[in-house]
């Protein structure tokens, strides 16, 4: 599934994942490929994600720009603040207020 992580300033990731692990509002949910269609507010916490096939986009704090990279099961982690999780037609649209990577 194509998933997008999105802050008011900029892209935080965007690629293929296999999974991804969500905090929301009435406890942590995770999504994985073909989910039913769903929109969901989520809270402070941490986002876990594992890469699937082809290439990804994420933002790294050290270069304060996009790496690409093209690493498939690789278990990425992100610390977000509240936002929404909107999942549709196997593309996954997450808007946060904040977030930063936690390698």
């Given at each position: 599934m194509k998933i997008s992580v999105l802050t008011p300033d900029r892209?935080?990731?965007t690629g293929?994942?296999?999974r991804v692990a969500l905090p929301g509002a009435d406890g942590s949910f995770q999504?994985?490929?073909n989910h039913a269609p769903l929109v969901s507010s989520l809270?402070?916490?941490r986002i876990t994600?594992?890469?699937g096939t082809g290439e990804y986009s994420y933002y790294d704090e050290e270069t304060?720009?996009?790496t690409k990279e093209a690493t498939p099961n690789r278990?990425?982690?992100f610390s977000i603040d509240r936002g929404f999780v909107e999942v549709l037609n196997?593309?996954?649209n997450l808007l946060v207020q904040g977030a930063r990577n936690m390698r």
């Open positions: 892209t935080i990731f293929n994942v296999s999504l994985l490929d809270t402070a916490g994600m594992m890469t304060s720009g996009m278990s990425l982690t196997n593309e996954v």
